[in-house]
T-cell receptor, first 115, second 114 residues
């Protein structure tokens, strides 16, 4: 079983819809949770970062972490065609753990927002 | 300023040949990371450098893979005797220091082994 599980989709939504992307994980040492966005034939770029549990909002994007359930989410409000990309969750452990400093990625979810 | 650059952007090679992939990190970034992204898979961590040192090489898939970094800057990932299963996009990332969550990725090198 992979340390991080993410539904690869693909996910297709109409413009303006609310998008929900999710990952589950098994390593309780993970403390840092990130969402990366990757456009076709480009490298991933950091979208959101959250430490430990809680919510974080940045414009149309909201990241949620529930450590008790080992579950993280990314919500995109008022989705736009320009949001069409692959979204990757990534996690890193606290200092001292064997996974410290390394990012463990989910498989990525392919999202298409159609006009 | 300039981001992470990688070369070549595409590489087609015959099975059994050696290839070298290059990464130029962001200036001043002390940590450098290599990942591999296969079709339908997430990013697989390969190796990281703190300065010129690679403390943990356990992520390298086999002993055909090696990496080095010189002058705390450019890094080269070498794959010897390439196999078809090595076909993937190889991504390099750098961060200001090791353990920083914010890693900046290059565009990747798409390797195809025929």
């Amino acid at each position: 079983q992979k340390e991080v599980e993410q539904d690869p989709g693909p996910l297709s939504v109409p413009e303006g819809a609310i998008v929900s992307l999710n990952c589950t994980y098994s390593n309780s040492a993970f403390q840092y949770f990130m969402w990366y966005r990757q456009y076709s034939r480009k490298g991933p770029e950091l979208l959101m970062y959250t430490y430990s549990s809680g919510n974080k909002e940045d414009g149309r994007f909201t990241a949620q972490v529930d450590k008790s359930s080992k579950y993280i989410s990314l919500f995109i409000r008022d989705s736009q065609p320009s949001d069409s990309a692959t979204y990757l969750c990534a996690m890193s452990a606290r200092a001292g753990g064997t996974s410290y400093g390394k990012l463990t990625f989910g498989q990525g979810t392919i999202l298409t927002v159609h006009p | 300023g300039a981001g992470v650059s990688q070369s070549p952007s595409n590489k087609v090679t015959e099975k059994g040949k050696d290839v070298e992939l290059r990464c130029d990190p962001i200036s001043g970034h002390t940590a450098l990371y290599w990942y591999r992204q296969s079709l339908g898979q997430g990013l697989e961590f390969l190796i990281y450098f703190q300065g010129n040192s690679a403390p943990d090489k356990s992520g390298l898939p086999s002993d055909r893979f090696s990496a080095e970094r010189t002058g705390g800057s450019v890094s080269t990932l070498t794959i010897q005797r390439t196999q078809q299963e090595d076909s993937a996009v190889y991504l390099c990332a750098s961060s200001l220091r090791f353990g920083t969550y914010e890693q900046y990725f290059g565009p990747g090198t798409r390797l195809t082994v025929t």
